[in-house]
């Protein structure tokens, strides 16, 4: 087996592992697949129903449902714009907060795992993948999917009831 055999089966054991945790973790939250994206976005800040709509790649009716199921098992709240009453922004709870931050500790482990030295490495080779993947699914379904939601979200306030 050539270097690039082995590193394309590790690669697909890789997301296959992954694909399992992030199974069992919705499972544990009972969420869908939708609802986790959600809150994905959220983790860095605040956005509008519609600007997830189109990331997520649902109507604006299907986004109002799944932030009605969200905020009932108590992960997102709604709120007014502070500049603008009319907009509505959504943030995650403290639960929501809590329950990614355990799912992420995952990732923790697998990032404590490597030397200091393959860091820098092993970032820059998933940058570029995490690159590819998502010109792929543009290419596919046109979302904007950003793996960060960096250009969506505006920065993170705390809303009244969570502070």
Known sequence: ????????????????????LDMSWRKQFSLNAN???????????????????????????????LLDRLED????????????????????TKRAIQARLEF?????????????????VIAAFLERAAAIA???SREEDGSRFVPRGADLVEPLEPHAEER
């Open 1 to 20: 087996m050539s270097p690039g055999d082995d590193l394309h089966r590790q690669l697909r054991l890789l997301l296959l592992a992954y694909e399992r």
């Open 35 to 65: 609802e986790k994206l959600a809150i994905l976005y959220l983790v860095e800040g605040v956005a509008s129903p519609t600007d997830l709509a189109d990331v997520i790649g649902l109507t604006t009716a299907g986004m109002t449902n």
């Open 73 to 92: 098992k108590g992960f997102v709240l709604r709120h007014k714009h502070p500049n603008d009453g009319r907009r509505v922004l959504v943030s995650l």
């Open 104 to 120: 992420e500790q995952a990732t923790s482990e697998m990032a404590d795992a490597s030397s200091d030295a393959d860091r820098e």
């Open 134 to 136: 998502t010109e792929r």
